[in-house]
């Protein structure tokens, strides 16, 4: 298991659970909103918005922490993250925030203390990008976006 370390932000609501597994076998740790003076953001539709958690963390050097929308937010609200999976990067020590976007039809309404995304955990590898002047052939080639038809 990698450990995560987390310290709140001054001024969050220490009574804001820290991201966990819902479940035994979720990828995912939910994290939530932590407002400050515990107001309501209400993201009306096509609005995005920065929504804080409250807190920072520290990611074990050769892995990342990947932002990704939780499931049943999106299909029953359309909330969801425009730069999905977003990355935090294991030195970065800034704040968390989480991008939300209202996708769907309506207003929503993020609460204090809300679940508004979901952390997972990756291994990262780093390459080296070498210029060349050929590249091997495969079978798909230069087909672009669609390129492999539909079905």
Do not use: C, W
């Amino acid at each position: 298991m990698v450990a995560i370390r987390v310290i709140r932000e001054d001024g969050a609501d220490p009574s804001v659970p820290l991201p966990s597994y819902e479940t035994t076998g979720a990828a995912g740790a939910d994290v939530r909103a932590n407002l400050p003076d515990k107001t309501p953001i209400t993201l009306l539709p096509g609005q995005r918005a920065l929504v804080p958690t409250g807190l920072r963390i520290e990611i074990p050097k050769g892995y990342e922490v990947q932002v990704r929308p939780r499931s049943g937010l999106a299909l029953k609200y359309g909330i969801t993250l425009p730069n999905t999976p977003g990355t935090i990067d294991s030195d970065y020590r800034g704040p968390l925030g989480v991008i939300l976007l209202n996708a769907g039809q309506e207003s929503f309404e993020i609460t204090h203390g809300e679940r508004i995304a979901q952390l997972v955990v990756a291994p990262v590898v780093q390459a080296s990008f070498e210029a060349t002047d050929t590249l091997s052939d495969t079978d798909r080639g230069a087909g672009g976006f669609g390129s492999t038809g539909r079905g």
